[in-house]
C-alpha cells in the first residue's frame, strides 16, 4: 500500500466513522422504556424515614435511571447518583459516602444506540443528589421543570442533600418551565409529568403509557419503600409534609383512575423484578 493509498483509506475511515457513531436508532413505532442500573444506597437510616429495621422489607435504596423513547423524541428521567465522571475506566466499581454504583450510565445508553446529543428532554423527579449525578450530560436537553425546584435548585444557601455540581450546567441550558403543573412531553398523552410538589418543592413523577405493558408511573420519591405506602409517614428532611400527603392522596386516585402500576424508584424489589437497558418495555 503507497502512502497515498494508506492516507486516502485513513481520511475515508475518519470521515465515515463519526458520521456512523452519531447516527441515533430509528424513532420506534411506540413508546419504549428502558431501566438503567446506576447502583445502590446502603446502611440508611430507617429512622429518618419513620421506620424501624424490622418494619421494612430492604432499608437499602437502588438508584435508578429511565430513558422513554417516543417515535417524535427521548426523554430520560433522572441521572443515578455517581457521576460518570467519577468511575476511572478500569471497570472498578465507584463509591462515594453510602452509594456505590457499578455502571457509569452512559455507556449503559451507548449500549442501546443512544448518545447524550440524542437525548430531546431531561426530567428530574427532584433535585437530590441520589437523582442528578449525570444531570449536566445532556447538552442538547431541553430540562422540564416547575419554577419552585429550579429557584431551590440555585438558591444561595441551598437546602440539604444537593450537588449542585452535577447540575449547574441546567441554569443556562435549554429549560422548558413547567407552570401548567402536568405536562405533556410529546403532546399525545403518552408521557406526562405530573406535578406532585412536597417531598422538595417541584418534584414530579411520570405517567408512561406503553402498548403492551400499559400505564406505569414512575414514582420518584413520592415514595421510597412500599411499606410507606398509605401511612402519613414522610422523610424527616421532607419539604413540606402536609404537601406531601396532598400529592400522594392525588397521584393514589390517578393510579385507580389510571390503571397505572406503581414503580417506587429506590424500591430493590421492584427494581429486581425490572427488565434493564438493553431490554426494553413497550
Ligand atoms: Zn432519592
Not at 254 to 279: G, Y
Amino acid at each position: 500500500m503507497t502512502n497515498r493509498t494508506r492516507f486516502a483509506l485513513f481520511l475515508s475511515l475518519a470521515l465515515l466513522l463519526p458520521a456512523a457513531e452519531q447516527k441515533p436508532p430509528k424513532p420506534p413505532k411506540s413508546v419504549r422504556l428502558y431501566v438503567f442500573d446506576c447502583g445502590t444506597l446502603k446502611g440508611l437510616d430507617p429512622g429518618i424515614f419513620h421506620f424501624k429495621k424490622e418494619e421494612l422489607a430492604n432499608v437499602d435504596f437502588v438508584a435508578v435511571a429511565y430513558l422513554i423513547v417516543h417515535p417524535k423524541g427521548t426523554l430520560m428521567w433522572d441521572t443515578g447518583v455517581i457521576p460518570d465522571t467519577a468511575f476511572k475506566g478500569d471497570g472498578a466499581p465507584v463509591t462515594q459516602g453510602i452509594s456505590t454504583a457499578t455502571k457509569p450510565l452512559l455507556p449503559q445508553l451507548a449500549a442501546i444506540g443512544y448518545t447524550p446529543a440524542d437525548i430531546n428532554y431531561l426530567g428530574l423527579s427532584h433535585y437530590h443528589s441520589d437523582h442528578t449525578a449525570n444531570a449536566n450530560a445532556f447538552p442538547n436537553a431541553t430540562w422540564l421543570v416547575h419554577p419552585t425546584e429550579r429557584d431551590a435548585m440555585f438558591a444561595e444557601k441551598p437546602g440539604g442533600i444537593i450537588q449542585q455540581a452535577t447540575f449547574n450546567k441546567l441554569k443556562d441550558g435549554k429549560t422548558k418551565i413547567l407552570t401548567d403543573m402536568d405536562y405533556d412531553v410529546f403532546g399525545d398523552g403518552t408521557v406526562v409529568i405530573k406535578y406532585a410538589p412536597g417531598h422538595t418543592p417541584g418534584s414530579q413523577v411520570l405517567f408512561v403509557k406503553l402498548k403492551k405493558t400499559g400505564p406505569i408511573l414512575l414514582a420518584g420519591d413520592l415514595y421510597h419503600y412500599p411499606e410507606e405506602r398509605f401511612t402519613d409517614k414522610t422523610p424527616t428532611f421532607e419539604f413540606n409534609h402536609e404537601q406531601s400527603l396532598a400529592s400522594r392522596a392525588a397521584i393514589e386516585a390517578f393510579l385507580k383512575q389510571s390503571k397505572a402500576k406503581l414503580w417506587i424508584e429506590h424500591d430493590v424489589a421492584t427494581f429486581n423484578k425490572l427488565k434493564k437497558a438493553p431490554e426494553f418495555y413497550e
